[in-house]
């Protein structure tokens, strides 16, 4: 069927010139591989950067999501320990440190996205690592998803950090074919300024992580804490994809310094950073589903009083179930405020029917009187014992999947009253007693 013509949108048309006019930014000197700039042999030394109008060129390597990329190259004057970070940053930055001639036969010695401890800060960059004078260091700085900005690259000389001189593990393959699997790692640590406490991390072939472990001072089981060995148990789940699995561990001293091998710091040559898991069962790859899905009432009039509103997802996940607490169902108001985030979790709690693997919840919100009138969006993020995910919602740009067809995706608000959008006024104070003394109290151990 024919439509009538449009009229012409002057303000728009005028913004598409604006921006046809816009300047195009060229690219840092040193977007290219071959174009590194080339950084002093001796330390410490800061540089300025930024990756502006950088690109990304072909062959070129992307751990961490990095993207828009400038490149450094280093050669040390002498051995020992360097520590290179990012500074001062506008952006999330990725930092990687490779070896090699050309931007497609790179060798990476290491990388890292976060710095700060073990959890990671977003933001700066850190690698640690033994340099080698005969070798010439080829350093990638980007964005995390292709952030620009400026921001400042550091080198400096280090003491040695803790030192991860064995690994040894048993059994030498996991197969998770019927049933979860434990393996038993032997870390031989050495540090001067003594041991104080480490993580072990497993990740699967997907880069997902497996397990977790901390380690104390106190699971030493030879030694002492300047050089000893360390027994630490991880476990990988069944059904879990079969291959190598990946090793991160993480060495805290007394003295503060601290190594993060497999990420940051790379293993010694001689060590295996991988556990070869096999599994000839089922592997769940799937997230949980949404089998059904109802609101009631999917519309609610605010204008005179409150009103209540149930939410009844059914979520399916047959092979590895949802834990309790790992999914969450939010609505969000059309400023984009989440409602009563606690009762949007997930778990036996508000569960009604079934279990973790087949089972019907019930999340119920009470929507104010005067509240903002429009669509409140429904999503879902559903995680299950495995860490298979899915986030079901309105937002394509950032990777949300559409609601299945003929699920509500939206709640409707009516109000044709007064829109409450004024935050609470604090009118008063009174602090009873308004001296304290605490001079009979022990001082607070952090």
Same mark, same amino acid.
């Given at each position: ?8 949108? *002057? ?19 040193? $977007? ?42 280093? %050669? ?26 050309? @931007? ?6 290491? *990388? ?52 991860? #001189? ?39 072939? $997907? ?18 804490? %300047? ?22 561990? =993480? ?14 710091? +790379? ?12 599994? #000839? ?13 109802? @609101? ?16 009844? +997802? ?29 009762? =949007? ?7 009604? %029917? ?88 022990? +001082?607070?151990?952090?």
């Amino acid at each position: 069927m024919l439509s009538s013509p449009r009229p012409w949108n *002057f303000a728009g048309l005028a913004g598409l010139l604006f921006l046809s006019v816009l300047p195009v930014l060229a690219a840092p000197a040193n $977007d290219a591989f071959t174009a590194a700039r080339v950084l002093s042999a001796a330390l410490p030394t800061t540089v300025a950067g930024s990756n502006v109008g950088a690109t990304q060129e072909v062959g070129e390597p992307r751990p961490e999501l990095i993207a828009r990329t400038v490149w450094w190259s280093w %050669k040390p004057a002498a051995a020992g320990w360097v520590r290179i970070t990012t500074q001062g940053n506008d952006i999330d930055t990725v930092l990687a440190a490779y070896t090699g001639s050309s @931007v497609d036969g790179l060798t990476r010695l290491t *990388f890292n996205d976060d710095a700060g401890d073990n959890e990671g800060t977003v933001g700066p960059s850190e690698l640690v690592f033994l340099a080698d004078p005969g070798v010439t260091y080829r350093l990638q700085v980007g964005g995390y998803a292709g952030w620009e900005g400026a921001f400042s690259l550091r080198l400096e000389a280090v003491p040695p950090p803790p030192q991860l #001189t064995a690994v040894s593990f048993t059994p030498a393959a996991l197969d998770v074919t019927g049933q979860p699997a434990a393996v038993t790692f032997d870390l031989q640590v050495t540090h001067p300024g003594g041991f104080r406490q480490g993580v072990l991390s497993l990740f699967r072939p $997907d880069g997902r992580q497996e397990d977790r472990v901390a380690f104390l001072a106190s699971q030493r089981i030879s030694g002492d804490s %300047k050089s000893g060995t360390y027994r630490v148990t991880a476990t990988v789940a069944q059904h879990v994809l079969p291959g190598p699995y990946a090793l991160w561990i =993480h060495l805290g001293g007394i003295d503060g310094r601290r190594a993060t091998y497999g990420e940051r710091t +790379p293993f010694p040559a001689q060590l295996s950073p991988t556990i070869p898991v096999v599994n #000839t069962g089922i592997v769940d790859g799937d997230p949980p589903q949404l089998a059904s899905f109802t @609101v009631t009432p999917v519309t609610v009039d605010v204008t005179l009083a409150p009103q209540t509103v149930t939410l009844s +997802p059914h979520l399916v996940d047959a092979v590895s179930g949802i834990p309790d607490f790992s999914s969450r169902l939010e609505v969000r108001n059309p400023a984009g405020e989440s409602l009563a985030e606690d009762n =949007h979790i997930l778990s036996r709690r508000n569960r009604t %029917k079934g279990d973790g693997f087949d089972g019907t919840y019930n999340v119920v919100l009470t929507i104010p009187a005067g509240a903002m009138p429009g669509q409140y969006p429904i999503r879902f993020h559903l995680v299950d014992a495995l860490g298979n995910d899915i986030v079901l919602g309105p937002d394509a740009d950032a990777g949300e999947i559409p609601m299945p067809a003929g699920f509500p995706a939206a709640l409707t608000v009516i109000n044709t009253g007064t829109v409450d959008t004024q935050p609470p006024t604090l009118t008063g104070a009174t602090i009873n007693p308004g001296t304290v003394n605490v001079a009979e109290f022990e +001082p607070l151990r952090l």
